[in-house]
């Protein structure tokens, strides 16, 4: 399994970001997929998360209405839409699968929300 997240970046207050992952190395189309984070000197927190078809998301009450997931099972990607950013959601962000028991991480990408 492997998992490679991509679009992060420096973003100013108010400003959008979408961010990537790239899955490999397993029926991508059958595992539902998320979207963590993990900010300085904090635990890892679920951002967001979307059922195999794509049919079901749930995400933090922190980001509900601002982020939205989606998937394309085609590219084997899902995605993370993030609109109207604030400088809490500075973090490194990490595309996560559960396969069987074990769970995979992507290597995470930075985003910062600063002006």
């Known amino acids: 399994v492997t998992l490679v997240e991509s679009g992060g970046g420096l973003v100013q207050p108010g400003g959008s970001l979408r961010l990537s992952c790239a899955a490999s190395?397993?029926?991508?189309?059958?595992?539902?997929m998320s979207w963590h984070r993990q900010a300085p000197g904090k635990e890892r927190e679920l951002v967001a998360g979307?059922?195999?078809?794509?049919?079901?998301?749930n995400y933090a009450d922190s980001v509900k209405g601002r982020f939205r997931i989606s998937r394309d099972n085609f590219k084997q990607t899902v995605y993370l839409q993030m609109n109207s950013l604030i400088p809490e959601d500075t973090a490194v962000y990490f595309c996560?699968?559960?396969?069987?028991?074990?769970?995979?991480w992507g290597q995470g990408t930075q985003v910062t929300v600063s002006s």
């Open positions: 979307i059922s195999s078809v794509g049919g079901l998301a």
């Open positions: 996560n699968v559960k396969v069987g028991r074990s769970p995979f």
């Open positions: 190395g397993f029926t991508f189309s059958s595992y539902a």
